[in-house]
């Protein structure tokens, strides 16, 4: 069993309690917090081993928080996986990859280390987080 931290980012008490649930059965410690700028007070006083973020939430959005953390030289090497369920006309004709392409394009910061759409499928999300984290 892994004792690796990850901090749940989404303001859908339901979306926190099913991957909290996925993550702990998976062995990991989990935190949870329901919007960026919860999630970035978090980070900074309790650095997780990775950060599984939501796009779209109250406060600062996922987006803000995203960039806030790549930019920071201390925390900009903790692995993002972005969850999220956005379809809007940002993300166009290709769904989320287009969303995907634009953060992914932006100056200077890395891309996130994983993107998932909601619904995910559990099996793939834990077998990406177990690869990034390279852990069984």
Known sequence: MSSKKILVV??????????????????YAVTAARDG?????????DRPDLV???????????VRFFREMREDPGLADIPIVMVTGVTSPLAGPGGTGSF?????????IRPPDAFFEKPIDPKEYLAKIAEILGSD
């Open 100 to 108: 995907q392409r634009f953060i992914s394009s932006r100056k200077k």
């Open 10 to 27: 989404d303001d859908e008490a339901d979306v926190i309690t099913y991957l909290t649930a996925l993550l702990t059965d998976a062995g």
């Open 37 to 45: 700028q919860q999630a970035i007070d978090q980070v900074r006083e």
């Open 52 to 62: 599984s973020l939501d796009i779209t939430m109250p406060e600062k959005s996922g």
